[in-house]
């Protein structure tokens, strides 16, 4: 099981990036998908996520700033931030949860930086 994070970068306050998250070696449909943020010095905390039909969670933090979508036929999971700030810099990590069991996969991680 393989997830390649990707889309981080360097944007300034305000700014938008969306980050992919592409799955391989699951049955991406008995996954529900999330997405995990750490910050330096930080412990990880949840951000968001959406189940296998759409239906999507958010952390507070990211109501009405950051989406979850995923294309099940791409097998890729998707967060799209808007209205970056300074406390948005962290690396993001993208999670695979498993329907009815603990089992769930990390992927390695992309960095946003925001800069004010």
């Known amino acids: 099981v393989q997830l390649q994070a990707s889309g981080g970068g360097l944007v300034q306050a305000g700014g938008s990036l969306r980050l992919s998250c592409a799955a391989s070696?699951?049955?991406?449909?008995?996954?529900?998908m999330g997405w995990y943020r750490q910050a330096p010095g930080k412990e990880r905390e949840f951000v968001g996520r959406i189940s296998r039909i759409g239906s999507t969670y958010y952390a507070d933090f990211a109501k009405g700033r950051f989406t979850i979508s995923r294309d099940n036929a791409e097998i890729t999971v998707y967060l799209q931030m808007k209205n970056l700030q300074p406390e948005d810099t962290a690396v993001y990590y993208c999670?695979?949860?498993?329907?009815?069991?603990?089992?769930?996969?990390w992927g390695q991680g992309t960095l946003v930086t925001v800069s004010s």
């Open positions: 999670n695979a949860q498993k329907y009815g069991t603990t089992v769930n996969y």
């Open positions: 070696g699951v049955d991406f449909g008995t996954f529900a």
